[in-house]
């Protein structure tokens, strides 16, 4: 059967309003019933509470704040790598960056350039350099860390479609990552640039950073960029961020895109796609020269 016959019915959707109905039934405070929901939730996705800090249900007054609950401090040590992974989740794909193209699945591969939301100045300091695509299921833990220390120096919203972004759908939807809504932030590090991709998608209420709050909504259907530090405006402010530090999160879950500067970075030889990974564990080393 072909990888597309199970994700057309994606095409028909009403995802946005799907999307925006399910923010705003997740942000609602309704006590008892709020909490129904999220036990229902637990107990289908098999959710360990153990690790949170807060474990007890009836705490969170919103589905979302369930689903950006905190960890108990020590619940994700930190590896000694150049490179951590920065969620909880499962590999989609990893490896080289063959010119300006991104491998997505089997048949299908996306540019950098079309990533980045069509910036190819920026897209081109990644040529030849590497990516890894992590996607983060319902029962993740959805709040987004850094891999390095890093300072922000751009951050761009890229309006887009809301497919689902599970690996059905990475198989059957040509250019997924680089079709769907998705916020860019651009860092730099000692090792060079590096860019960090939160990608929507179908239910994916909206998409946070620590330095800006709710990016989406709105959606106003136009491509929206942030300048920090040099050579921002005297306003802007300097976000300098540390390797494990929370950079953002998902009201409700989705994927990350990292692409780094070449030479290629060397991967963790455990991993491999569908993989599952946790926050902190060794993701890859730069290549020193």
Same mark, same amino acid.
């Given at each position: 059967m072909?990888d597309?016959?199970?994700?057309? #019915? +994606?095409?028909l959707? #009403?995802?946005l309003?799907?999307?925006?109905f399910a923010?705003w @039934? =997740?942000?609602?405070e309704?006590g008892?019933v709020?909490t &129904?929901i999220?036990?229902?939730f637990?107990a289908?996705y098999? @959710? $360990?509470?153990?690790e =949170?800090?807060?474990s007890d249900i009836?705490?969170?007054?919103?589905?979302n704040?369930?689903?950006?609950?905190?960890?108990? #401090?020590?619940?994700?040590p930190?590896a000694?790598a $150049?490179?951590?992974?920065?969620?909880d989740?499962?590999?989609?794909q990893?490896?080289p960056?063959?010119? $300006?193209?991104?491998?997505q699945a089997?048949?299908?591969s996306?540019?950098t350039?079309?990533?980045?939301?069509?910036d190819?100045t920026l897209?081109a +300091?990644f040529a030849?350099?590497?990516? =890894?695509t992590l996607?983060?299921?319902p029962k $993740?833990y959805?709040?987004?860390?850094?891999?390095?220390d890093?300072?922000?120096?751009?951050?761009?919203?890229? #309006?887009g479609?809301?497919?689902s972004?599970?690996?059905?759908?990475?198989?059957?939807?040509p250019g997924?990552f680089?079709?769907?809504?998705?916020?860019v932030?651009?860092?730099e590090?000692?090792s060079?640039?590096?860019? *960090?991709?939160? @990608?929507? =998608?179908?239910?994916?209420?909206s998409?946070? %950073?620590?330095w800006?709050?709710?990016i989406?909504?709105?959606?106003?259907?136009?491509l929206?960029?942030w300048r920090?530090?040099?050579?921002a405006?005297d306003s802007?402010p300097?976000?300098? *961020?540390?390797?494990?530090d929370e950079m953002g999160?998902?009201?409700l879950?989705? %994927?990350v @895109?990292?692409?780094f500067p070449k030479?290629?970075?060397?991967f963790?030889?455990? &991993?491999?796609?569908?993989?599952p990974i946790?926050?902190?564990e060794a993701?890859?080393?730069?290549?020193r020269?």
């Amino acid at each position: 059967m072909s990888d597309r016959l199970p994700v057309l #019915p +994606q095409y028909l959707f #009403p995802k946005l309003a799907l999307t925006n109905f399910a923010g705003w @039934v =997740a942000g609602k405070e309704r006590g008892a019933v709020t909490t &129904w929901i999220i036990r229902r939730f637990v107990a289908k996705y098999g @959710v $360990d509470m153990g690790e =949170a800090l807060e474990s007890d249900i009836a705490h969170y007054k919103s589905f979302n704040d369930f689903f950006t609950r905190a960890l108990k #401090p020590g619940a994700r040590p930190l590896a000694q790598a $150049d490179l951590i992974s920065p969620v909880d989740g499962a590999i989609s794909q990893f490896g080289p960056i063959e010119g $300006d193209q991104i491998f997505q699945a089997k048949g299908h591969s996306y540019t950098t350039t079309a990533l980045v939301g069509g910036d190819a100045t920026l897209a081109a +300091q990644f040529a030849h350099g590497s990516f =890894a695509t992590l996607y983060l299921s319902p029962k $993740d833990y959805h709040r987004i860390h850094m891999p390095c220390d890093g300072e922000l120096v751009r951050m761009i919203y890229v #309006p887009g479609e809301l497919f689902s972004v599970n690996p059905t759908t990475a198989r059957g939807v040509p250019g997924l990552f680089a079709r769907n809504e998705r916020v860019v932030c651009v860092f730099e590090s000692a090792s060079g640039p590096f860019v *960090l991709v939160l @990608v929507g =998608a179908t239910i994916v209420g909206s998409m946070a %950073t620590v330095w800006h709050g709710v990016i989406n909504p709105p959606r106003q259907g136009e491509l929206r960029e942030w300048r920090y530090g040099t050579g921002a405006n005297d306003s802007s402010p300097r976000v300098a *961020l540390k390797k494990g530090d929370e950079m953002g999160r998902f009201l409700l879950g989705s %994927t990350v @895109v990292m692409l780094f500067p070449k030479p290629p970075v060397t991967f963790n030889p455990e &991993w491999s796609p569908a993989r599952p990974i946790r926050l902190g564990e060794a993701m890859a080393n730069f290549i020193r020269i």
